[in-house]
């Protein structure tokens, strides 16, 4: 293997010495497809140089002492590995093949110390680079040998990226054992990019799809803007589609420093289209090369300078639905044979080794990796599906605990499947797509895109995005608060519970049977509190318990428990609230001694009211604690039963602040369906045209009394819903974490639809 590889030397084959990234350019060169030129530093180079130089052991001996769940420990061991890379001189014999490279490069682009893109091109032994896409840095503008040498160099400093790390502890794959190649290429220094794909990625349908932005295309890889998108007919290159987007970011090189930089685009090209008809047609014509070329779907990047088209990236689409069984061998997807089905209930791609959960005994067998299936999941088990790479479960709708927490947490999760526990085998490798509800037999390499409650685009610029319905966000488990918060959320729309209750094993009235409110209270300011100050002071709606007696049952002191036939519709949310006042008052004392210490941020949100007096009895007990509803603290209800919603006026007399539609909820009422039962889980829709009667008039009567709306349901994280609402003219949307960025661009979208809408009727007027 020779230490340096031009492109016109490599081919897709080459993935263990050049990575995806280099191997493939390599192949569409040798394909005669525009690439800008270049040459691949390859993986034993990299090899040789932390072997050589001794830091192997350094960097193995850092890893084995670093317990990576323990973030801080992990951070730092990134932190001393990349130091140490960093801080260690190249060998000169290697310098110097890397250095003849380039001036061999800028000798046949006829530039004298060119600008370069430097590329990490990370792979494992047998493994595509695919598997490790997006955790490695690249490098743009770079610009003769020092500089080149030294970005090499944190190329190959970020294998150790506390995420990459992360991943292939979770993955088991040996850190020794993963290597990197990088790539330096003539930079293009493109007026507009993008991406194109050869099929549609998700139905594999033959239409090119093209996203395009001004700029250097990192713009679109990183999601800060939001692309045109066009669609091209790929048989008679007709464009079908070409929707314009607001484009306010783009990526150049700075004349005075020659560093990248991110820029506003200019007023006169924000909401210009990128293509033009010659450039779209060309695109087309080389995606159509590519796909012959490799035989297969590609998911490519290209970038346009001085009306030439390169292409800078093309690897396989391994997402297609119609491409279960299909896989072609040698093009480093893998044969997918769907074990079983349920619905997709947290988003992403995962595999793991199955570990099926009788009950909560079992559940020191989860190891980091695996895939936790169970029946249903419950609050003991938390801790181990943090390990879990991912979830199955036989029963559940996507509103039920294991959907929930999985998003929270960001694990893919598939519920509902009827039979997993049965039909899936004890430490057999699975895969499971989160987003289709599939599992699959077997490892998959790739993220698939994401569909309706994708995270598309979480940036500090998609946060700067200025919405006027507020997006705010929804937390159940306090210690994902500060992840919550870094969406840049307007607050938390819902604050759950349950999960600091539940978590503490004992049943609450059990703690006030015992004479320990104050232990409670302690508690529930503690979890609280990391919500309250994480957001502050943007507003915590802290939603009062909300206790099925089922979930309630197993908790120490929960022996008492009724049995109910159907829990759902029983004793739980406000109705009990009221019953056991004794917990509802608790609650709002630890709201008051955080209220005392300053944390005015936090508002009172009643679950399950179907009648004004339950709103006017939980004011009262409020204000047995010293807290004026509406004065010192926002007071409002869930919308979650029909009742509710039909005498919204009631409410409004009586007093609130604000309403928030708990869809979950709201969707069974209506529909009478239970969200847990899985035998009715294809019928449980939140676009079923009652339930948006019910939303339209409570938004309405709360527009005219001056009340403000809000949804925390399901329904706020996915893109169609919210488009309604905010058309219906809600005040906030509460979407889970994992869907903030999504919602938000939404919001945008159709704020200014409205505008636009406004605007035109008055100039015909
Ligand atoms: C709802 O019912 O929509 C809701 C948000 O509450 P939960 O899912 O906790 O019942
Ligand atoms: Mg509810």
Redesign the pocket.
Known sequence: MKHVEFFEELNKEDVAIAGGKGANLGELTQAGIPVPPGFVITSRTYQQFIKETGIFDDIMDILDATDVNNNPELQKASKDIKKIINGTEIPDDIKILIIEAYNALCHRIGKENALVAVRSSATAEDLPEASFAGQQETYLNVQGEDDLINYVRKCWASLFEARAIFYREENNFEHSKVYIAVVVQEMVEAEKAGVMFTVHPSTGEEKILIEAAWGLGEAVVSGTVTPDTIWVDKANGQVLDYQVSEKNIMFQKDPDTGRTVKIPVPDDLKNKKVLNTEEIAQLTELGKRIHEHYDFPQDTEWAIESGNVFMVQSRPVTTLDKMAGEAKAGDGSVERVIITKGLGASPGITSGKVKIIKNTDELDKIQKGDILTTVMTTPDMVPAMKRANGIITDEGGV?CHAA?ISRELGIPCVVGTGDATKILKENSVVSLDGNKGLIYEGRIEKEAPKKEEATAVPTVVQQSILTVTEVKVNVSMPEAAKKASETGADGVG?L?TEHMMLTTGIHPKKFIVEGKEDELIKILVENILKVADAFYPKPVWYRTL?APTDEFKSLKGGEDEPYEHNPMLGWRGIRRELDEPEILKTEFKAIKKLHNEGYNNIGIML?LVQHSDELKKAKEIAREVGLEPQKDIEFGI?V?TPAAAMIIEDFIEEGLDFVSF?????TQYTLAIDRNNENVADLYTEKHPAIFKLIERVINECNKAGVKTSI???AGSMPSIVEKLVELGITSISANTDAVATVREVVARVEKKLLLKAARKIIQE
């Open positions: 509103t929930i819902l759950r909300d679950p869930m979650e708990g869809t979950n909820d709201l925390c349901g399901q």
